[in-house]
């Protein structure tokens, strides 16, 4: 079965500051991976995702995330914050194939504090 | 307007009392979803579909029923809700592939007596 963890449920990070969201998954296989941001009150929007290639991916917003396959993690990163980045953010595992095909599992969330 | 659109967007209800959600796109796409989302828990997948007739489930099955007899309609049905469903609902969908980008429903709101 596919699963993810964020370890982190909550980050404050200084405007102006780096920062770094964890995610770590389980498949069996290469998986689908994406990061959804939620601001307040709202729906969810697609930063960014990975299906295969390329390791590093560029999202919208100035975000990146990196796919380690030996650590079976798929961090995001963005190297200077904006008070407007304040938002819970969610990674996401997609299976890629067999019986779950079309099956996605979302993580817990990280809600993401910016200090002005 | 490309959109997702869901009724209602609040619901209050009484254990027991059959619910449906609706939930219908404009965009032709195949692949459409139900997602709870919970505080601490975040969103978890209730029941997915790929195409017309076709429906699995996600994570969170248990407790709602789901139909695609269209490809621009996919409900949620709470045959008999309890105060465990209540919940954030959003519906989701996207074009052919399932991993391409989803697009969110506004949620609906529902709280179970």
């Known amino acids: 079965a596919q699963s993810v963890t964020q370890p982190d449920i909550h980050i404050t990070v200084s405007e102006g500051a780096s920062l770094e969201l964890r995610c770590n998954y389980s498949?069996?296989?290469?998986?689908?991976l994406f990061w959804y941001v939620q601001s307040p009150g709202q729906g969810l929007q697609l930063l960014l995702k990975y299906f295969s290639g390329d390791t590093l991916v560029q999202g919208i917003k100035g975000f990146e995330a990196e796919f380690k396959r030996s650590q079976s993690s798929f961090n995001l990163r963005k190297p200077s914050v904006h008070w407007s980045d304040a938002a819970e953010y969610f990674c996401a595992v997609g299976a890629a194939g067999g019986t779950s095909y079309g099956k996605l599992t979302f993580g817990q969330g990280t809600i993401l504090t910016v200090h002005p | 307007e490309a959109q997702v659109t869901q009724n209602p967007r609040y619901l209050i209800t009484v254990t027991g009392k059959k619910l449906t959600v609706t939930c219908s796109q404009n965009m032709n796409h195949e692949y459409m979803s139900w997602y709870r989302q919970d505080p601490g828990l975040g969103l978890r997948q209730i029941y997915y579909?790929?195409?017309?007739?076709?429906?699995d489930k996600g994570d969170v099955p248990e407790g709602y029923k789901v139909s695609r007899k269209e490809k621009r309609n996919f409900p949620l049905i709470l045959e008999s809700p309890s105060p465990n469903q209540t919940s954030l609902y959003f519906c989701?969908?996207?074009?052919?592939?399932?991993?391409?980008?989803?697009?969110f429903g506004p949620g609906t709101r529902l709280l179970v007596l």
């Open positions: 989701a969908s996207s074009p052919l592939r399932y991993q391409e980008t989803q697009y």
């Open positions: 579909s790929m195409n017309v007739e076709v429906t």
């Open positions: 498949y069996g296989a290469t998986p689908y």
